[in-house]
């Protein structure tokens, strides 16, 4: 039995998402007495966010579902300065244009997840530029920069792992924390935002907005805070052996996001089916009993339902049908991933390594020759054993395209043009 009585804090601690709360009955009474604001801020620091950034809005899903009004924040302001926290050393620092142009990229993947035109709590999508860019230095510098003490900010662990490693800390990063805790009190006087959320190594910033704004005379604000995942294994969540799990389509497509979730580590699926999916928790507990060769049936449920939700229902079947017709039945499936060249570079002939960089299934012609060696590529379904064979012209399939494989589950249709 929960010990929460609000819906969103007990539908977040069954399904895994909660680290820390900065006052759980305090919390919990007010998300039962009132409809209650609350946000999370996403840096544009590339035109897409990653799987990294689910567990994130997943909150803000179920923050809706529950009755209440998520805010979505842009970094438009802080983007500017980069977050240091835990990080080695600091981001590069971005263009305006550049900041303008991710935001408006990555706008596109909230609406698949939280509703901004209707019902009973409509989310916002708010950019913190609109106060952030236009902040005089010097009012700012007595007006907020009073209540921040040096000691206090230097003892937060984000800091102190950097200092800790002695690389050096910006001034300018040294802003980020106060910067993120004035968007807290400034979202509080525009919206009447009471919470916000965040991954665990927020905690810090999150907690100097609370601070601030008790200082600043609002009401009692709330911190929430999920924790950083990695798989099993110990990878980065977000991250595959090719690169970044994107969640915008033009930069990953549904079959290849599709795949990432299908080859989930059998330890990771329980969790993974309670943190993103919105499959009832009893048929979640089902799910997660199975094991043997039914685990990889409930590896394609999951695949299917947390592609469903980003790329829609129809993408999502249709990517599971691609995996069926290529893995189960051999069949070229016209859904496959699809790279183009020149039809002149395949007369001439592109040599194997070339063409499996080229392809995205290799980092290097290094590691394209330990496939081979490894016996994992397959050339249109035939095993590929030496690595200096040249694909050519003759190698095109009836249907106009060369096959290429790495193992089971990378395939790649080369389409001269």
Known sequence: ??????????????????????????LDDL????????????DPTA????????????MLHWFQKTGHRPISLMGGGTGMVGDP?????????????????????????????????SGNAPALMINNADWLRKINYLEFLRDVGQYFSVNRMLSFESVKTRLDREQSLSFLEFNYMILQAYDFVELYKQT???????????WGNIVNGIDLGHRMGTPQLYALTAPLLTTSSGAKMGKSASGAIWLNPDMLSAYDFWQFWRNTEDADVPRFLRLYTTLPMDEVARLSALGGAELNEVKKILA???????????????????????????ALAENLPTIEVPKADL???????????????????????????????????????????????????????????????????????
């Open 85 to 117: 926290s835990f990080k080695d050393e600091a981001r590069k620092l971005m263009t305006l244009d550049t900041i303008e142009e991710n935001i408006a990229s990555i706008q596109r993947v909230f609406a698949n997840y939280i509703n901004y035109e």
């Open 304 to 330: 299917t339902e947390v592609t469903a939700m980003l790329h829609g229902r129809a993408s999502a079947e249709e990517a599971a049908e691609t995996a069926r017709k290529t893995f189960e039945e051999g």
């Open 192 to 202: 009447g935002c009471r919470m916000q959320m965040g991954g665990s190594d927020q």
């Open 47 to 58: 035109p897409s966010l990653h799987a990294g950034s689910l567990i994130q809005i997943m």
């Open 1 to 26: 039995m929960s010990k929460f009585k609000s819906e969103f804090l007990h539908t977040l601690s069954e399904r895994g998402f909660i680290h820390q709360i900065s006052d759980e009955s305090g």
């Open 347 to 417: 007369d001439a002939g592109l040599g194997i390594l070339t063409l499996l960089v080229q392809a995205g299934l290799a980092g290097s012609n290094g590691e394209a020759r330990r496939h081979i060696k490894g016996g994992a590529v397959k050339l249109n379904d035939e095993a590929v054993a030496d690595d200096r064979l040249t694909v050519g012209s003759g190698e095109v399939s009836g249907e106009g395209v060369v096959k290429l494989s790495v193992g089971k589950k990378k395939h790649i249709l080369v389409r001269p043009v």
């Open 31 to 42: 998300l039962v007495k009132e409809q209650v604001t609350a946000y999370i801020g996403f």
